[in-house]
């Protein structure tokens, strides 16, 4: 039997290997999605009987600024926020905000009348609003009493 030198963070440093092999996997190499010039607006879709409602938080940005398109069922939100920090004398101690461009794509559950879409843009939230087409329209069926 060999004596072994006993490395007490030898299965530390394994594990932390791991860890990043894992988040390199997920996220890609670099971790793209930790960046602090890389941000993603949140949204809200939900829906009545006869539109999608689209809500996208995007504070800080002219609407001339946003471009949102449709192809087939899916919408797609682009646009960029600019940065506002000028580097005169101030000393920036923390900086959270996240700026750059930004792409949000989402696949509508239901078909939309293309030409009928309307977006307004208030208090920093986009509204996108979607009329279905008549053909997914609920329809309600009458029940005939014999």
């Known amino acids: 039997m060999d004596i072994m ?5 030898r299965e530390v440093s394994k594990l ?7 988040w390199d996997d997920y996220f890609g190499s670099g971790r793209r ?14 829906e009545t009987g006869d539109k999608i ?4 938080e995007i504070p800080g940005i002219d609407s001339k ?4 398109s449709l192809s087939g069922d899916v919408l797609t ?13 101030e000393n920036y101690h923390l900086v959270e905000r996240s700026y750059g461009s930004f792409a949000r794509t989402l696949r509508l559950p239901v078909g939309v009348e293309a030409d ?9 939230v986009l ?7 008549e053909e997914v329209k609920p329809k309600p069926i009458e029940i005939k009493a014999e």
Request: charged share 45%; aromatic share 8%; glycine share 4%.
């Open 5 to 9: 030198e006993w490395k007490p963070f």
């Open 16 to 22: 932390r290997s791991e860890m990043d092999r894992l």
């Open 33 to 46: 999605a930790f960046k602090p010039e890389t941000w993603v607006p949140s949204v809200d879709v939900s």
């Open 53 to 56: 409602v689209v809500k996208a």
């Open 65 to 68: 600024d946003i471009d949102i």
């Open 77 to 89: 939100i682009k646009g960029e926020k600019k940065s506002e920090r000028e580097e005169k004398e």
């Open 116 to 124: 009928k879409i309307e977006a307004s843009y208030k208090q920093g």
């Open 127 to 133: 509204t996108v609003t979607c009329p279905k087409k």
